[in-house]
């Protein structure tokens, strides 16, 4: 997921941006609010991301898992990868934001494991940042009983 700017590569500085979930558990079928955010105190803004779930372990964890739904279609645009609709979502506009809020739909089978979101965020053509990678989201099983994690910070 690496814009293409030429001459220009990513940066290698800390992203001024926090990728944070609503739980650090996901279920089948479930849902996960996602959140960009602008660091606290901070005067910059972004003009682009792109992000998708992707599976921690297995032969296709470059592949996107789950999808994105709830699309404002006027500020969002959800992308098809691999075949797999809504999988894949980024701005629509080159409007500045300081946060943005997604919401991601976790498969219905419950064969893809542990998952991460990985993001590429755009400050403006010449200053973006590529695989942010958050920490893991783990699946849990539709019965059980195991607490999520409320506002788990996953990548800053």
């Given at each position: 997921?690496?814009?293409?700017?030429?001459p220009f590569k990513?940066?290698?500085?800390?992203?001024?941006v926090i990728l944070?979930a609503s739980s650090?558990?996901?279920?089948?079928?479930?849902?996960?609010?996602?959140?960009?955010?602008?660091?606290?105190?901070?005067?910059?803004?972004?003009?682009?991301?792109?992000?998708?779930?992707?599976?921690?372990?297995?032969?296709?964890?470059?592949?996107?898992?789950?999808?994105?739904?709830?699309?404002?279609?006027?500020?969002?645009?959800?992308?098809?990868?691999?075949?797999?609709?809504?999988?894949?979502?980024?701005?629509?506009?080159?409007?500045?934001?300081?946060?943005?809020?997604?919401?991601?739909?976790?498969?219905?089978?419950?064969?893809?494991?542990?998952?991460?979101?990985?993001?590429?965020?755009?400050?403006?053509?010449?200053?973006?940042?590529?695989?942010?990678?958050?920490?893991?989201?783990?699946?849990?099983?539709?019965?059980?009983?195991?607490?999520?994690?409320?506002?788990?910070?996953?990548?800053?």
């Open positions: 997921m690496m814009p293409i700017h030429p990513p940066s290698s500085s800390p992203p001024p944070s650090a558990t996901y279920r089948p079928g479930g849902l996960i609010t996602l959140t960009l955010e602008v660091v606290q105190n901070s005067s910059t803004e972004f003009q682009g991301f792109l992000v998708q779930a992707r599976r921690r372990q297995g032969n296709d964890v470059l592949w996107p898992v789950g999808k994105f739904t709830n699309i404002n279609t006027s500020m969002f645009t959800a992308l098809h990868c691999k075949n797999k609709k809504n999988s894949t979502i980024a701005q629509a506009s080159g409007e500045k934001r300081k946060k943005v809020q997604l919401t991601w739909e976790a498969p219905n089978n419950s064969n893809y494991g542990d998952i991460y979101f990985s993001a590429s965020i755009i400050q403006d053509y010449t200053t973006f940042w590529v695989q942010m990678n958050s920490s893991t989201l783990r699946q849990v099983s539709p019965g059980s009983s195991a607490a999520a994690v409320s506002a788990h910070r996953l990548v800053r």
